[in-house]
């Protein structure tokens, strides 16, 4: 069974700082793992994804998470946080395998952010 | 290039009474997800369409159930409705069928959702 923790349910950072939101999985097989971003009233946005090769991948709006199998982490992180950041961020994990089909979430981490 | 569209965007039901979601997937997609969004939770995968068959299924009661039609769009349906359905309904589409394997992909894409009230 595939899981996945969020720590933190709100994070609030000011304008300008670094951005960090913490996401741990639990897989038994190697994990395909999805940043998905959520503004108010509207469905999730795809940030970035991490299947295979490069363990550090780039998403948009200079969104950045690394892959961290020792770790069994994939933080997302932003140097700098713009007003427009601010919505809930959602990490889910899914599996390589056959039959591997169903996206599993965490609860999701809102970001506040302090001009 | 259109996205993944849902219909309706609102919805207001009474307990008891049945419900029907609609999804039409991103262009060239062949596969849809439903999930259930409560309030201040992740969603909740509730099944996958492929070939017009329901392919996975999460832990969901029997009242729901979903069809995919010959043109990939889907429908979920959710018989007997209680006060704890009322939910956002997310639609995700995807290309995870037979052929080329550079063409299969895990990723899914979302559309904005249907809210679903039930007083």
């Known amino acids: 069974a595939q899981s996945v923790t969020q720590l933190g349910s709100h994070v609030s950072v000011s304008e300008g700082a670094l951005v960090l939101l913490r996401c741990n999985y639990s897989s038994s097989v190697p994990p395909y793992l999805f940043w998905y971003v959520q503004y108010p009233n509207q469905g999730l946005q795809l940030l970035l994804k991490y299947t295979t090769g490069a363990t550090l991948v780039k998403g948009i709006n200079g969104f950045e998470a690394e892959f961290k199998k020792s770790e069994t982490s994939f933080h997302l992180t932003k140097p700098s946080a713009h007003m427009s950041d601010a919505a809930e961020y959602f990490c889910?994990?899914?599996?390589?395998?056959?039959?591997?089909?169903?996206?599993?979430f965490g609860k999701g981490t809102k970001l506040s952010v302090i001009p | 290039d259109a996205g993944v569209t849902q219909s309706p965007t609102h919805l207001i039901k009474t307990r008891g009474q049945q419900v029907t979601l609609r999804c039409s997937p991103k262009s060239g997609h062949d596969t849809v997800s439903w999930y259930q969004q409560a309030l201040g939770q992740g969603p909740q995968f509730i099944f996958q369409?492929?070939?017009?068959?329901?392919?996975q299924r999460g832990n969901f009661p029997d009242r729901f159930s979903g069809h995919q039609f010959p043109n990939y769009s889907s429908e979920l349906n959710v018989n007997a409705l209680l006060l704890g359905d009322s939910a956002l309904y997310l639609c995700?589409?995807?290309?995870?069928?037979?052929?080329?394997?550079?063409?299969?992909?895990?990723?899914?894409?979302f559309g904005a959702g249907t809210r679903l009230s039930v007083l």
């Open positions: 995700a589409s995807s290309l995870v069928g037979a052929g080329s394997r550079a063409g299969r992909s895990n990723i899914q894409y």
């Open positions: 369409y492929y070939e017009e068959e329901e392919r």
């Open positions: 889910a994990v899914t599996y390589s395998g056959a039959g591997s089909y169903q996206l599993t």
